[in-house]
């Protein structure tokens, strides 16, 4: 039987072979990520045992590590969950996963990414805040391509995007912010680095949780209204960039320091 290019595009198998190709093409720009970041571990000297020492170094920080397991916790329940496929209770499941990665591309991401940023406006570390800047934009679309699952999911399946399933969301945003406030306190135990406070992490964590609050059309958690850290935009590359061509970022120097 010959199908026509409209059914083609519109029915549940082009949708499927669609979500197959983005998976595929994330999984290969996450090998990229990883090739990047040992490239920036060689460049400082490390050798194959010293990159291994750093990329398992997490692993002396409990509060690292539980914020790993958080977003595999969510994965595993979506897989083994106990309701029969395509109920409320495994889509519901399965929109939680979606709801946790999102969350991971979005508000771990840059995070993680604002203390080296943080770094190159001061003049340190600046090629490596390059190179984050690259995988930044590759996790914004990450993050874009997880929102894109979940509104269909909501917009598909209305009776799963219920009540009760909006108050589970809120939840799950605030957990990833207690997870990000006990993450902070790990990697910056002396109050903050060069140029670059606990207080301003947390106060970005929560701009973000509200935005994702307000993207999945809920009540935002904490009220934010202005960008914390707006000077982090210089790090955003949302279009392609011609390496000889792009501008040199200004940064601070040392006499105009602060820690807020
Ligand atoms: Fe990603």
Not at 11 to 29: A, D, K, P
Not at 53 to 65: A, C, E, H, R, S
Not at 235 to 246: A, D, I, K, P, R
């Amino acid at each position: 039987m010959k199908v026509s290019r409209t059914v083609l595009k519109t029915s549940l198998y082009w949708q499927l072979y669609r979500l197959s190709l983005t998976l595929r093409w994330q999984i290969s720009e996450e090998a990229n990520h990883v090739e990047s970041y040992l490239f920036i571990l060689e460049s400082f000297g490390l050798d194959e045992q010293g990159q291994g020492q750093i990329f398992n170094l997490y692993q002396d920080m409990p509060d690292l590590v539980e914020k790993i397991n958080w977003n595999i916790e969510f994965a595993n329940n979506a897989a083994t969950i106990d309701a029969p496929k395509g109920s409320v209770e495994s889509t519901q499941a399965l929109l939680e996963d979606l709801i946790s990665f999102y969350i991971f591309e979005y508000m771990f991401f840059p995070l993680g990414f604002s203390q080296i940023f943080a770094l190159a406006r001061q003049g340190k570390l600046r090629n490596t805040a390059q190179q984050y800047s690259y995988i930044w934009r590759d996790e914004s679309l990450h993050a874009a391509n997880g929102l894109w699952m979940i509104q269909q999911i909501c917009r598909e399946n209305p009776k799963v995007w219920n009540v009760a399933m909006k108050k589970r969301a809120r939840e799950v945003i605030n957990e990833a912010v207690k997870l990000e406030i006990s993450h902070v306190h790990a990697v910056m135990p002396d109050g903050g680095i060069l140029g670059f406070s606990i207080k301003s992490y947390i106060k970005y964590a929560e701009f973000l949780a509200d935005k994702i609050c307000e993207q999945l059309g809920i009540k935002v958690l904490f009220g934010t209204r202005e960008h914390p850290m707006p000077w982090i935009s210089e790090y955003e590359l949302n279009h392609e960039v011609n390496f000889f061509e792009g501008r040199v970022r200004e940064y601070q120097t040392g006499s105009q320091l602060s820690w807020d």
